[in-house]
């Protein structure tokens, strides 16, 4: 295996300082890569409005356009957020709560697919693999960075110049597709993510809504509460949609960022509580399988992978650093606590809940007014979470159209665009409306191409022509073909599962594993 990326490599990025190359070359400085066109990603780096923001990385805090403001000359080798660069625990704060969403609180159903004993050795594998490959793309990206002298990468530049370095002409001839590639698996993602939002606040308010009349004070009485039917959960998603259209039409990230304060608050508030009543009382263990059937096992990869697919926010996370050597020891530290939360909640909810688990563990709380509030803490904080996620795939998607349109027209089209997009989410949630199979699709289509397939891959046509070794390169063959069996076998899985469920989903409210 290679090594992660070394202090050198990191700082390779905002500290040297070439000269720029002679004018008129059209060659970079070491003249092995053409400069690469102006795309439409490139034009939107210099627009005012639009500034690219092709990652899965949407803390509020700043925009990476900013940056460019700082750059007098082509030759001025300065990183985008040196004027506001994060500390270490900064980093590692926005590593964490980038990985914590609603992909955690569906892992006890994941533990369940797999088995007790097989599904939290599978999760530190995943981990270790996930991890692996964001090591990967930080060193590809700053082997293009010293190669082509430019302050940052994004991702699908550096799958774009590593298309150009390999020994393939035909790759070279079509590498700008490997930017579209990842542009597409992001947005795919991103909403993605949009769609389980939507699932998961409709899920969890429907069941606060319904158990309100037999809500109570006493938290310690594990009985099932008969509900009070009121409407389908496809219309509690409509319900939703003009409020969260209303959401987006908010286009600057920083006035986005008393919402993501607000979200993180609520987000721990009821991780600190969701922990706090999982622990207590845990039932006998011995009746739940040590290893699942099979046939479920591609549902646990999915509903995994989706959890760890943060491999798009490394890069910009990185870049904004002042001190980018520690990145490295920031990742790896970050995504241990990461691996370490999946596991216990996982395991511990399942073992609390057992065959009842559901596709969130927010669903097995009791009907009492203090974990009711959890549901709902949970829900305020992914609602304004949902914006966030929002944002990358409409600072992709909406400069392709307003480019094409009269000045004049802009703020229409803009506007439109966002509130159809959302539109969009809101009609698959609604054609998906299962809570778990939502999640294990979209982890198996979209966040296991860019987690697990196209690092690897990317490692072996960036250093090939330089000399690899047969083990490196069997190493990524072999995480990228698994990756590619986890792809097929789980989207067609979810999707079968949702054609002819083998079971009907559980919408009971079940505080025990035996109620």
Same mark, same amino acid.
């Given at each position: ?103 955690? /609180?569906? +892992?006890?159903?994941? %533990?369940? =697919?797999?088995?007790? $004993?097989?599904?939290?050795?599978? &999760?530190?594998? @995943? ?116 409020? /969260?259209? +209303?959401?987006?039409? %908010?286009? =600057?990230?920083?006035? $986005?960022?008393?919402?993501?304060? &607000?979200?993180? @608050? ?250």
């Amino acid at each position: 295996m290679p090594l992660p990326p070394t202090a050198t490599a990191m700082k390779a990025c905002s500290s040297l300082r070439p000269p720029p190359a002679p004018e008129g070359t059209g060659m970079t400085l070491e003249g092995s890569l053409p400069p690469r066109p102006a795309t439409m990603s490139t034009q939107r780096l210099r627009n005012e409005d639009y500034n690219d923001y092709s990652s899965t990385d949407v803390s509020p805090e700043e925009s990476p356009s900013e940056g460019l403001n700082n750059f007098s000359s082509p030759g001025s080798y300065q990183r985008f957020g040196e004027s506001n660069s994060t500390t270490w625990f900064q980093t590692l704060v926005h590593l964490l709560k980038g990985n914590i969403g609603t992909g955690l /609180l569906g +892992l006890p159903l994941a %533990v369940k =697919n797999a088995g007790i $004993l097989m599904g939290p050795l599978s &999760l530190l594998v @995943i981990g270790i693999v996930a991890v692996h490959c964001m090591g990967i793309l930080v060193k590809c990206a700053h082997h293009f960075c010293r190669r082509l002298n430019k302050p940052f990468v994004d991702y699908g530049d550096t799958v774009m110049y590593g298309l150009e370095s390999s020994p393939s002409s035909w790759l070279r001839n079509h590498a700008h597709w490997g930017r579209h590639l990842v542009d597409f698996f992001l947005i795919v993602t991103q909403l993605g993510f949009c769609c389980v939002y939507f699932v998961f606040l409709a899920d969890n308010f429907k069941q606060v809504i319904e158990a309100a009349n037999g809500t109570t004070n006493n938290c310690h009485n594990n009985e099932t509460v008969i509900l009070t039917p009121t409407m389908d959960s496809r219309l509690y998603m409509l319900t939703f949609l003009p409020f /969260l259209v +209303l959401l987006v039409f %908010v286009r =600057n990230l920083r006035a $986005l960022s008393i919402f993501s304060l &607000l979200a993180n @608050i609520t987000m721990l508030v009821s991780l600190v509580m969701l922990y706090q009543f999982i622990v207590q009382n845990i039932p006998d263990p011995s009746c739940l399988p040590l290893v699942a059937p099979w046939k479920t096992y591609p549902l646990f990869f999915g509903t995994a992978i989706f959890a760890f697919e943060g491999i798009g926010m490394v890069l910009p996370l990185e870049n904004k650093m002042k001190d980018p050597q520690k990145f490295p020891v920031i990742l790896y530290v970050g995504m241990a606590i990461i691996t370490a939360l999946y596991i216990s909640l996982g395991c511990l909810g399942y073992l609390q809940f057992g065959a009842n688990i559901q596709g969130s563990i927010t669903l097995n709380l009791p009907n009492c007014w203090l974990y009711q509030s959890v549901k709902l803490l949970y829900s305020i904080g992914i609602f304004f979470t949902y914006a966030l996620q929002f944002y990358v795939p409409a600072e992709i998607i909406i400069p392709f159209f307003v480019s094409r349109v009269p000045e004049h027209c802009e703020l229409v089209v803009d506007l439109f665009v966002r509130t159809v997009l959302v539109c969009l989410t809101c009609v698959l949630a609604i054609l998906i409306p299962r809570l778990d199979l939502v999640i294990s699709l979209v982890g198996s289509v979209s966040s296991s191409a860019l987690a697990l397939i196209i690092p690897p891959l990317l490692e072996i046509t960036t250093y090939y022509s330089e000399g690899m070794s047969p083990i490196t390169i069997a190493k990524d063959a072999l995480i990228s073909i698994l990756g590619f069996v986890g792809f097929v076998v789980g989207t067609y899985e979810a999707l079968y599962e949702l054609i002819q469920p083998s079971s009907a989903p559980v919408f009971i409210n079940s505080t025990s594993a035996f109620v």
